[in-house]
């Protein structure tokens, strides 16, 4: 917007070098092929919506929404833990703004808040340690969620409890990691995938070495990417230059900000206070190994899970719902069944639809209006 | 199963957003009072349907009467702001403000305004004296008296400290019938200053986000500046103050009461700063964030150049621009181009704009 | 799962170590960036912050570098177009 400009983001959206990636993109295609990249990361997802950046792809070149959402791909069941959690007598639950909305079986953290609960949101997990310390007699537990980019902010918020000695603390930790999403998604028969836009600020924690093995030996051109537009945009011109030459390689796109080796200091506080869960259920994704993280016996005092004994039901999906298809990229958002329908921001069904970088919500709030052609899910 | 094609699908959305609106909600949640989706839904399907009538049909912010050869305008706002005092008013401000601004964009001239308190047991007498003040100070400046009101005082717990309720009537001395029905194809859309400094000015007093800024709200009447805008667009189809939701609701709200499309550049938007930066930590759109002074107006194409150069004579709108234009495709959709190049659609928020990490 | 800003340090916090004030167009925000401690963060540092912590020094050299490829892919394009315009057969 016409404001005073925001340094490493403005000149990263400048609309004239755009066109320049664009017509690079557009000599990169081979002429009758189509390609399917995939973006991962739910942040891709929005930045591709809220610029229209494939108004600036060709015909050929189609975006795929991945599994890189972590509100998205939480289970009705954890949310209705969490709920429970909160309407327990004492507790202040604190949470990211992006789970409020999230439909649990029995309605969402703003719905619970209407009937009495206490749920506060937070822009920090160290902000839930100052409502702990003002709030002595009641017990704080905030709502861990994200892939490895937030991972590394709850272990270090645990570490200050810690070292603070805070007693009414807690963490109810639904961390997930992203290779084995991505194990998941590689698995799919159906996929036709010919490159990954790949999640550049998890990988400003865990690095780029990580991906290597979809590079070497699925053969798919894996490219880092930035959040900007022209980051996008680039990291596609990098995947088609790939396929071009015949390579298959893990590149980084976003060097101003993704170390290869990624951030050891991060990877040190995750390990020091969590490890990883035999096994976790992904909504969509059904249960996966080694998949997401739990707190470790050394700081049970802090896990909402040994704190208190939640009902842990199993609730599956609506029956109608089919953001698993989403998640796993074989379906486009207006090829649910119940797209805008029965699911809408007002009314969503599924978790997709409320995440505010859910595929099905972008879309929806974003990218609705097609001035152009139609794609069917079955081209790739 | 058939494989429907993209168009279908959105055929059919449209189709049902044309519905008539339902409440299905059991219990009032924070979604309902956003000024978004949720709100208008309640508004449409409860009240407007309990209380309907010709006067209140068009659900513009003030309904507008003749009584006596005389046209009136009459509103009402009541005021549940916390904190209560902020950088740049207080809860004071907003109730006078606001309500000569739903007055004064009918094209009135505000003349009374109602107050009536609701006081939790324990608020200090000290922050009423403030509080009131305020008021004083702010109807002075926009030259309205207050001259009734009411005062109650409820058990500590049931209210949260102070509720101001402004009610106010003006009168439409200029010839003008605005109304949000009224926009068409080449028609120009303006805002009268930079948008979000109210809505993050909150967001941030509140504390619990931790992010400082020099931001104030931008609180304010806005009589003169409509008068302005009056004298030098008198074709002018439509003003609206952009209060919750911003001024993406208000161009939705436009959109489907003309059934024309609002066309935004995003670029030409004015946005302070702070508050880009402060929307850009929290993930937040401006154009979804509330303003207490700032309006929206859509004036006929060729008075565009001369409104916005009549506004920016006033200190209140001397950033003033052409936003946007009005096109006739797609019927009830706001667009934007966004600053890349490329295009995106800006549709009604259920609720909030809320704070994301992802 | 991935909204991170860039932001400038102001000033290292006296009173608390690994604590910041980061600044990001006028919106000013306190960051812990003990996750940057090889880093040595100091005023005019730019960081990558995200839900309060800084994850990653920005690396300003690389920025120029990643800009500087982008604007020849741009300016690429320009040149065609010129050349095309010019070699217009009148």
Known sequence: MGAGGMRFVDEFRDRDTARGVAASIDRLCEPGRRYGFMEICGGHTHTIYKHGIEDYLPEAVGLVHGPGCPVCVIPMGRVDDAIWIAEQDGVIMTSFGDLLRVPGSRGSFLEAKARGADIRMVYSPLDSLRIARENPDRRVVFMAIGFETTTPSTAMTVLRAAAEGLDNFAVFCNHVTIIPALEAILASPDLHIDGFIGPGHVSTVIGCEPYRFIAEERGKPFVVAGFEPLDILQSIQMLLLQLHEGRSEVENQYTRVVPWEGNKRALGAINEVMEPRPTFEWRGLGWIPDSAMQLREKYARFDAERLYSIPATRVSDPPACQCGEVLRGMIKPWECRVFGTACTPETPIGTCMVSSEGACAAYYNFGRFTRHRVRQASSA | ?358 | MCLGIPGEVIALDGERPGMATVNVGGARRQVNVMLLEDDRIGPGDWVLIHVGFALAKIDEEEARTTLSYLEEMGQAYRDELRALSESRID
Do not use: W
């Open chain 2, 1 to 358: 199963m058939t494989q429907r094609t993209e168009k279908e699908v959105l055929e059919r959305i449209e189709r049902i957003r044309r519905r008539p609106p339902r409440v299905t909600d059991e219990r009032i949640t924070l979604a309902h009072g956003a000024g978004g989706k949720a709100t208008h839904t309640l508004i449409e399907a409860l009240f407007l349907d309990a209380f309907r009538n010709p006067l209140l049909e068009p659900l513009e912010d003030q309904a507008v009467f003749t009584i006596g050869g005389a046209r009136l305008a009459f509103t009402t706002d009541t005021y549940v702001v916390s904190p209560l005092f902020f950088p740049g008013g207080d809860i004071g401000d907003l109730a006078v403000n606001g309500t000569v601004n739903d007055l004064a964009v009918s094209g009135a001239r505000p003349l009374y305004l109602s107050a009536g308190f609701v006081l939790e047991e324990g608020f200090p007498v000290a922050d009423l004296r403030r509080i009131t003040a305020s008021m004083a100070a702010a109807a002075q400046r926009a030259d309205v008296q207050i001259v009734t009101g009411d005062t109650k005082v409820v058990q500590r717990g049931k209210a949260d400290a102070c509720f101001v309720n402004t009610a106010g009537v003006g009168v439409l001395e200029r010839p003008v019938t605005l109304s949000a029905k009224a926009a068409r194809p080449g028609d120009a859309v303006i805002v009268s200053g930079p948008v979000g400094d109210h809505g993050i000015t909150i967001m941030l007093a509140r504390g619990e986000l931790g992010i400082e800024s020099d931001l104030r709200s931008d609180t304010a009447p806005l009589t003169e500046l409509v008068g302005l805008l009056l004298d030098a667009a008198p074709r002018t189809r439509f003003i609206r103050d952009a209060t919750r939701g911003g001024v993406a609701t208000i161009c939705n709200e436009l959109a489907e009461a003309s059934q024309v499309a609002v066309v935004l550049e995003e670029e030409a938007i004015p946005v302070r700063p702070e508050v880009r930066g402060a929307s850009e930590i929290l993930g937040i759109d401006p154009l979804y964030v509330a303003c207490e002074g700032r309006f929206v107006a859509v004036v006929a194409g060729d008075e565009a150049e001369p409104a916005v150069a009549a506004l920016r004579t006033h200190p209140e709108g001397e950033r003033a621009a052409v936003i946007g234009r009005i096109a006739d495709d797609p019927p009830g959709l706001v667009l934007v181009n966004t600053g890349f190049g490329g295009m995106r659609i800006v549709d009604m928020l259920v609720g909030d704009p809320l704070p994301r990490i992802c």
